[in-house]
């Protein structure tokens, strides 16, 4: 048991520790590449700094554990608990976070290049200012998280919820939302170039004034949306559903619509 003990830089690489607490402990700046700590406590425990390159944490509980500036990289975060914890301003890239909560969790200014969350709870999670370049979100439920500023660049997000979110004017070019839940969504003025909505639920969507050249809506639904004003040019709408959606003012040269119903 090693609850509140101060390991604060302590050499711990390659340890691999099962079932242990180090619950409230202090960590800060401690050395954990590639350490393996299957089932250990870590909760409220102070890990700013510390070092977890390569590590794995298998059913952890890192419930508003603070990782402030930690560094990741290429680390398996599995079933774990992390509601609440503070990443902010950590480096995730490459990071694999498979089946845990990060309900409320601080990951604003992170830098998740090619990161990758697998049916991962974000619900409320502070995403501001991250670095979203070739980040993967596999059926993930994004609603309510705070993506203001954040930088999408070749982001892919799969059966993805978004429903409501209001992203007005974001850079999304060449992100792709395949098959995910839009519905209601604000994408007003929103720079989609290259985008990719392949079978997305787009329904009631905002995406008047939206820059749209050579994206793919191929499929998808987009019943009531609001296109107005919107520059479409070389788009793809083959086999959407654009019932009663709203085009007018729109700029569509070179688009296709071959088989969608309007």
């Not at 979110?165 to 839940?181: E, N, S, V």
Request: aromatic residues 4%; hydrophobic residues 50%.
């Amino acid at each position: 048991d090693c609850s509140g003990l101060d390991l604060s830089g302590a050499d711990l690489r390659g340890g691999i520790f099962e079932k242990v607490s180090f619950r409230d402990g202090m960590l800060a700046g401690a050395q954990l590449q590639e350490a393996v700590l299957v089932e250990c406590d870590l909760a409220g425990a102070v890990m700013a700094r510390a070092n977890l390159h390569q590590a794995v944490i298998e059913k952890g509980s890192l419930l508003k554990t603070d990782l402030q500036g930690a560094v990741l990289t290429d680390a398996h975060l599995l079933h774990s608990a992390m509601a609440g914890a503070g990443l902010r301003g950590a480096d995730l890239q490459v990071v694999k976070i498979i089946e845990s909560d990060l309900a409320g969790a601080d990951l604003a200014e992170t830098r998740l290049q090619r990161g990758a969350f697998y049916e991962t709870g974000l619900a409320g999670a502070d995403l501001r200012g991250a670095l979203l370049e070739q980040t993967v979100f596999m059926a993930v439920d994004l609603t309510g998280v705070r993506l203001q500023g954040a930088r999408f660049i070749r982001a892919f997000l799969k059966d993805a919820v978004m429903a409501g979110m209001d992203l007005a004017g974001m850079d999304l070019a060449m992100t792709q939302f395949i098959g995910a839940d839009l519905r209601g969504i604000n994408l007003a003025r929103a720079d989609l170039t290259q985008a990719s909505f392949m079978e997305a639920d787009l329904s009631e969507a905002r995406l008047g004034g939206i820059e749209g050249r050579y994206a793919i809506f191929m499929k998808a639904r987009m019943t009531k949306a609001d296109l107005a004003g919107a520059s479409l040019a070389q788009a793809s709408f083959a086999e959407a559903d654009l019932t009663l959606a709203d085009l007018s003012g729109s700029i569509a040269q070179g688009a296709v619509f071959t088989g969608a119903c309007c």
